[in-house]
């Protein structure tokens, strides 16, 4: 285990955090000389926006390659749980890292949009035929930089471990709630969502917002996965009272085999650019794990896939906490 | 049941006026807001338990709302309303700290239960936080 972790090396990400770094700085700067307002000014933002995203894309590929190749070399399992929550570790401290120095220039970059804005409002630029223009391309810019919001977001979520709030939860119901919402996007795919939900179920103490979220990663996966018309089946059933599962379950595209141990690393994506950011599943399986859980999947390529999740009823802990109430 | 302090928030005057009066007669505090800003400025001088966000407003829409109130009053649970329903935006409501994201039209029932059960959350990330500060 410790030769695997020497050669789980993260240090050659450091030239590119570097140069993202630079490019974060960089950016403010360019909208500092905010009298230099000119169409080109506002491009090169936009360039160098592109290419910090770009990068953070990319750091988070190397990172996970080198995780990768350091598996493959010692032939480890990516279901072991122990190395795995230190690949975490490493990618946590480098998205808490990135996540920090990006957020601060992407708020000062908002707010000089906003300026620039403004200023193209202003009584001399009336009537100057590229204010339009320049208008679009700002709009185009914020796009982008709550693009890259989302993102930092989405890593520090993955990077935050906040303890869960056991509440009682009847996981039929918040399935339901959930189902609805996800069930107008599938209609419109001509997907059905059918439900199996055993009767009967177990109370489970739990966090309900975190579970939430993990059903609607796995929903909108499911949906994704089917090109048109098709069948998505969320199944619970109770094992043993101690646990409670959720499968979800769709007759998609499938995975392929080579892919099966990759997808829940974080940034790996089989979507376009723009679609997916290989986050969704990295976050739902820390999560699950969280809660005491766990989260497996299996898939016929071509055929189906199903994501099967168990949460611990937990009932001792939650009457601990609800005690006072 | 307790009585907690909530805040509606959406640009559909009646549906505020009419939750706000219905919530206040089983002898919650209630308080509406129309839009986005006006709610914000309203936590400026207010506590509040749990806020009923609408995503959709013109203006400063329910997400970007949700973002300012989770840094101005990150204790305060949010339960955000949506017509449309979309899983990306329930994704990055949940995501952004929101406690729900619920379908309309919701039975005044059972928004009235999600309450309940989000300020039962508040209850206990309060009793949380004293026990560790006392350590
Ligand atoms: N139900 C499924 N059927 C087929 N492939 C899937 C399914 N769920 C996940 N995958 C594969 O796993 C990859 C990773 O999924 P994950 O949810 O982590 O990221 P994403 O969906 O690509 O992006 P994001 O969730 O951040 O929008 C997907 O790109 C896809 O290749
Ligand atoms: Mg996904």
């Known amino acids: 285990m410790s030769s695997f972790l020497k050669k789980v090396n993260l240090s050659g990400v450091e030239p590119y955090l570097m140069t993202a770094l630079i490019f974060a700085c960089a950016i403010p700067l360019l909208f500092a000389g905010r009298y230099l307002l000119s169409g080109g000014a506002v491009a090169l933002g936009a360039i160098s926006l592109f290419h910090t995203r770009r990068i953070l894309a990319s750091m988070g590929r190397i990172a996970e390659q080198r995780i990768m190749s350091g598996i493959a070399e010692e032939r480890l399992i990516t279901d072991d749980r122990a190395c795995r929550s230190q690949i975490f570790s490493s990618v946590d401290t480098l998205s808490a890292g990135i996540a920090h120095e990006i957020n601060n220039p992407l708020g000062i970059i908002a707010q000089e949009i906003q300026w620039i804005g403004h200023l193209t409002e202003s009584p001399s630029m009336r009537g100057i035929k590229e204010a339009e223009d320049l208008r679009d391309s700002l709009r185009e810019i914020s796009r982008q930089v709550d693009r890259c919001k989302e993102t930092v977001h989405k890593l520090l979520s993955l990077a935050r471990q906040v303890e869960p709030v056991l509440q009682f939860v009847d996981v039929n119901e918040l399935i339901r709630s959930m189902v609805i919402v996800a069930e107008r996007q599938a209609a419109a795919k001509k997907i059905t969502i059918v439900r199996r939900l055993e009767s009967g179920l177990p109370v489970v103490a739990s966090d309900p917002p975190l579970l939430r979220q993990v059903l609607l990663n796995l929903l909108l996966n499911a949906t994704q996965a089917i090109d048109q018309e098709g069948v998505i089946t969320v199944s619970t059933r109770s094992l043993g009272g101690e646990f409670v599962e959720i499968k979800v379950q769709d007759n998609g595209c499938g995975i392929p085999r080579e892919h099966l141990a990759r997808i829940f690393t974080p940034f790996f994506s089989t979507k376009p650019e723009g679609k997916g950011t290989g986050l969704g599943l990295a976050i739902s399986r820390g999560i699950i794990e969280r809660l005491g859980g766990s989260i497996d999947v299996s898939s016929e390529p071509g055929e189906s896939t199903t994501f099967t999740i168990r949460v611990p009823v937990n009932s001792r802990r939650v009457n601990a906490t609800l005690a006072r109430g | ?135």
């Open chain 2, 1 to 135: 049941m307790e009585k907690f302090r909530v805040l509606i928030v959406d640009d559909e005057g009646e549906f505020v006026e009419t939750i706000v009066k219905r919530l206040r007669d089983r002898g919650l505090e209630a308080e509406g807001a129309l839009s986005g800003q006006e709610a914000l400025d309203l936590l400026d001088e207010q506590e509040f338990d749990v806020c009923v966000l609408d995503y959709r407003m013109p203006g400063m829409d329910g997400i970007e709302t949700l973002r300012h109130m989770k840094k101005k009053k990150p204790r305060m649970e949010v339960i955000m309303l949506t017509g449309h329903g979309s899983v990306e935006s329930g994704i990055q409501g949940l995501q952004l700290g929101a406690y729900n994201y619920v379908m309309k039209p919701a039975p005044l029932k059972d928004l009235l239960h999600q309450m309940e059960l989000a300020y039962e959350r508040k209850l206990i990330e309060e009793e949380r936080f004293k026990t560790l500060g006392a350590e």
